[in-house]
């Protein structure tokens, strides 16, 4: 018979380290750029962050406390996604250091910045996808007694998106072809997606 660790969050876990964001993992990388009304660029990861909304295309990222990207896209109602992939992980990485809000990341991580071409945020040069987005909701998030959370929820509908032609194989994206990384559960876990794990799956009729 299977044996359960129950708690309940309020009360802590009892465990060596929180295991929520092992569990929830390995999630997506939400590699946000944006601009501020000075002009002074941003760009950030964040580790909350999903495609909600197909048609029309909405993403979402989550910032915990008021973030620069966050006070950014409330200021300007617009961001771009880029997705991180294995060849830039230390570039990511480094684009997540704490400085001050007039420091630019892209020259920080030592990342060159291509035009967008619908929103005023640049794009990751070398990034195989970017997605430019303007702000529908900005929300601030709230617990079961409706208190307010430091907690922000960032989401936006995606007006352009720019795909390397390499990563299509007669017209279809391959997903693992960029190997993009996601993160997983610990402070330093990462995950790489590769083609060698992929199967496949139909749903029933």
Not at 178 to 196: K, L, N, S, V
Request: aromatic letters at 10%.
């Amino acid at each position: 018979m299977t044996e359960y660790h129950f708690y309940e969050p309020a009360d802590g876990h009892r465990l060596p380290h929180d295991p929520l964001n092992a569990i929830i993992a390995p999630r997506p990388i939400g590699w946000i750029s944006t601009v501020a009304p000075n002009g002074a660029r941003n760009l950030a990861p964040y580790s909350f962050f999903n495609l909600i909304n197909y048609r029309p295309p909405l993403i979402a990222f989550s910032s915990s406390g008021w973030k620069d990207s966050v006070a950014n896209v409330k200021a300007t109602g617009e961001f771009v996604w880029n997705l991180a992939t294995m060849a830039q992980a230390e570039q990511m990485n480094m684009s997540s250091a704490s400085v001050a809000a007039d420091i630019d990341e892209f020259d920080l991580a030592g990342l060159d910045a291509l035009r967008s071409l619908r929103v005023k945020p640049d794009r990751v040069a070398g990034s195989p996808v970017q997605f430019e987005c303007r702000l529908t909701q900005l929300i601030q998030l709230e617990n079961k007694e409706g208190g307010e959370l430091d907690q922000w929820l960032v989401i936006g509908e995606a007006i352009g998106i720019h795909i390397d032609t390499a990563m299509l194989e007669n017209g279809i994206y391959i997903t693992a072809r960029p190997r993009p990384i996601t993160r997983g559960g610990g402070p330093a876990d990462y995950f790489e997606i590769t083609q060698d794990r992929l199967f496949k799956m139909k749903r029933p009729d």
